[in-house]
């Protein structure tokens, strides 16, 4: 069993910075790669990043160069450092995890369990 706690969220100005955090516990051998994924109002959920264990990262088009995703291994926490945020990143960000055992990401939109997430809202 793998859990994931978000936090870092909140209201920031166009331009403006965030951290978001994800705290990783249980299984956490049993990860192979971690995503951050994010739901704007009206819209369907979307990647925005991931990273493997060998620490290859991807992102998605829309944040590729603004968004940063890492990991502090010791503390078994993974971040998302988001600059140069826009309006259109308002949303609520969720991370992920994908495992050996399930064989692939535990949240899905098969699943549903997503939990609340951490909501940004960036003001124009």
């Known amino acids: 069993q793998v859990h994931l706690v978000e936090s870092g969220g909140g209201l920031v100005q166009s331009g403006g910075s965030l951290r978001l955090s994800c705290a990783v516990s249980?299984?956490?051998?049993?990860?192979?790669?971690w995503g951050w994924y994010r739901q704007a109002p009206g819209k369907e959920r979307e990647q925005v990043a991931k990273?493997?264990?060998?620490?290859?990262?991807s992102y998605a088009d829309s944040v590729k160069g603004r968004f940063a995703i890492s990991r502090d291994v010791p503390k078994d926490i993974v971040y998302l450092q988001m600059d140069n945020l826009k309006s259109d990143d308002t949303a609520v960000y969720y991370c992920?995890?994908?495992?050996?055992?399930?064989?692939?990401?535990?949240?899905?939109?098969?699943?549903?369990?997503w939990g609340p997430g951490t909501r940004v809202t960036v003001s124009s």
């Open positions: 992920n995890a994908a495992t050996t055992t399930r064989g692939g990401w535990l949240r899905s939109e098969t699943s549903g369990d």
């Open positions: 249980g299984r956490i051998f049993d990860i192979y790669v």
């Open positions: 990273i493997t264990v060998g620490g290859s990262e």
